[in-house]
């Protein structure tokens, strides 16, 4: 069984550092060589001692328990993910046999982070926003080291499907796939309204289809207000397509010429993006173009199932939970 860990490099500051040394590493307790632990009850006297600031209990557990975590939960053969500085994309890689070691003073580069683990990273990261939506709400964690339980979604999207236990795959594309059956069974005017729908459910004020249906443009509109921080507008495209279908870069790249300089897309389908379409997606120098796919589209549906109005729900024919009636 391989496990999925996350290990954060200071919010991206000493990605690269860990890509080019080939290696994670937390910063705890810098003074001590921790080779010799072996429970995590033995690093409590140690962190209590480098950081007698910290009084809480609370406190103190989290942070012995990511050390633990660190140094005795990640094992041989394990996932480590690292996010880039930019958060966009994601680095993983697989922890080697006998991989921790202490760095000592002189790390030999600009981490000075001395608990490391030696990785084997692979060299092409993978998009953040292929994964599903649970998945990316994993990687928002606060947390420097935690466990990823997105088995399936993260073993699919580095082409390791043989990794994913057979039981987690089948239940869970079963599920999927009976959901978007019932969504495709809305013509294409319901799939919009039941976008814009979706829109307002995370937040986006004044949400509306545009009213042009097949045109090939943008079919819905929202603006979200981030507390008054910061004002987004996005420019829609909500199309279905088949099960099994992945939408080309060329059919993306339309999507951006209708939208303004100041303002963000999205594109919602039913179905699947070609990889080179991610590409398109976030592309330097135009706007940004959010891809959601069909299993990501079931996942938003689930966590904001309450607010889509009833007539929507007696429409699809879910109850709570998106199980089919």
């Not at 993260?154 to 999927?176: A, M, Q, R, S, W």
């Not at 919009?192 to 097949?214: K, Y």
Request: hydrophobic letters at 35%.
């Amino acid at each position: 069984m391989n496990n999925i860990y996350c290990v954060r490099a200071d919010f991206g500051k000493y990605t690269h550092d860990f890509l080019k040394g080939g290696y994670v590493a937390i910063g705890w307790i810098p003074n001590d060589d921790l080779s010799l632990i072996k429970h995590r009850d033995e690093l409590y006297p140690l962190y209590r001692k480098e950081y007698p600031q910290d009084t809480s209990n609370v406190v103190v557990g989290q942070q012995v328990g990511q050390i633990s975590r660190f140094l005795l939960e990640i094992q041989e053969g394990d996932y480590v993910i690292t996010p880039s500085p930019d958060t966009n994309y994601l680095y993983y890689g697989i922890v080697e046999a006998n991989s921790y070691y202490y760095a000592g003073q002189n790390t030999g580069d600009s981490c000075p982070y001395r608990h490391r683990r030696k990785i084997q990273w692979v060299k092409d990261p993978v998009l953040r926003s292929q994964f599903s939506v649970p998945f990316q709400n994993t990687m928002r964690s606060s947390l420097t080291v935690f466990a990823v339980d997105h088995k399936r979604n993260f073993f699919e999207g580095i082409g390791k499907k043989d990794l994913v236990p057979k039981t987690e795959l089948v239940v869970t594309l079963d599920y999927y796939k009976s959901v978007l059956n019932k969504i495709l069974e809305l013509d294409d005017k319901e799939f919009e309204i039941l976008v814009t729908h979706i829109l307002s459910a995370l937040g986006f004020e004044g949400s509306e289809c545009t009213g042009r249906v097949g045109d090939g443009g943008v079919d819905a509109t929202g603006e979200l207000d981030v507390s008054g921080l910061a004002r987004i507008k996005v420019f829609v495209q909500a199309k279905r397509y088949k099960l099994g279908s992945k939408i080309s870069p060329n059919v993306v790249k339309a999507l951006r010429s209708n939208i303004p300089q100041n303002g963000q897309g999205a594109f919602i389908t039913t179905a699947d993006f070609q990889v080179k379409a991610h590409d398109v997606a976030n592309e330097t120098g135009f706007p940004r173009i959010g891809l959601i796919n069909g299993e990501q589209l079931v996942d938003i549906l689930t966590e904001h199932w309450e607010d889509i109005p009833s007539d929507f729900k007696e429409k699809l024919g879910l109850k709570l939970g998106l199980v089919v009636g």
